[in-house]
């Protein structure tokens, strides 16, 4: 199976500022790979796909890059709704597997 | 617009059995691959399985393979999971969630709300 490590895995950041969270898959999974959104007591959103893309309706500060085994998801100017757990998803091969997550909270 | 409605989560004692079950509404169910994944109090996501658009292939995570069965009613629009045998480590909340593409590999685009499974004698 695929592992997928997020780091940091928590991470303080004030409105304004530029956040990058890191995915690194074991094994080369091209550029499939998902960036996803969770809150509290809510479903994941899905914010990038296929490692750049991003989905639509999403706000343009969020952007994601990597392919083969390293990934980054950049928030470019942090925002007040922002502040949540994000999760790397790798769907080159099943079965499937999700990084640890990074929570953003508020410095 | 896109809709996933899960049910059938509760409470069961350890070793008996729940079916879980996911409405769809708003799209050609039938042209999408399904999936489920879990989420355990507090815990990260874990992907569970998936089922391709007809039924006829399906993969599962190993902590749930042998006990988990994933399957389909394309003419009822409704995505289910047969959890047997189930283990305290799998009270977590279930997602059923959509694929975004028809074709290829694929990430999950929309997402029921879940429901809770929660494993106690």
């Known amino acids: 199976d695929i592992q997928m490590t997020q780091s940091p895995s928590t991470l303080s950041a004030s409105v304004g500022d530029r956040v990058t969270i890191t995915c690194r898959a074991s094994q080369i999974i091209n550029s499939w790979l998902a960036w996803y959104q969770q809150k509290p007591g809510k479903a994941p959103k899905l914010l990038i796909y296929?490692?750049?893309s991003l989905e639509s309706g999403v706000p343009s500060r969020f952007s994601g890059s990597g392919s083969g085994t390293g990934f980054t998801l950049t928030i470019s100017s942090l925002q007040p709704d922002d502040f949540a757990t994000y999760y790397c998803?790798?769907?080159?091969?099943?079965?499937?597997?999700f990084g640890q997550g990074t929570k953003v909270e508020i410095k | 617009q896109v809709q996933l409605v899960e049910s059938g989560g509760g409470v069961v004692q350890p070793g008996r059995s729940l079916r879980l079950s996911c409405a769809a509404s708003g799209f050609a169910f039938s042209s999408y691959g399904m999936h489920w994944v879990r989420q355990a109090p507090g815990k990260g996501l874990e992907w569970v399985a998936v089922?391709?658009?007809?039924?006829?292939?399906?993969y599962y995570a190993d902590s749930v393979t042998g006990r988990f069965t994933i399957s389909r009613d394309n003419s009822n629009n409704t995505l289910y999971l047969q959890t047997n045998s189930l283990r305290a480590e799998d009270t977590a909340v279930y997602y059923c969630?959509?694929?975004?593409?028809?074709?290829?590999?694929?990430?999950?685009?929309?997402w029921g709300q879940g429901t809770l499974v929660t494993v106690s004698p």
């Open positions: 089922i391709s658009y007809d039924g006829r292939d399906e």
């Open positions: 969630a959509k694929e975004e593409r028809i074709l290829g590999a694929t990430s999950l685009d929309c």
């Open positions: 296929d490692a750049s």
């Open positions: 998803q790798q769907y080159n091969s099943y079965p499937s597997t």
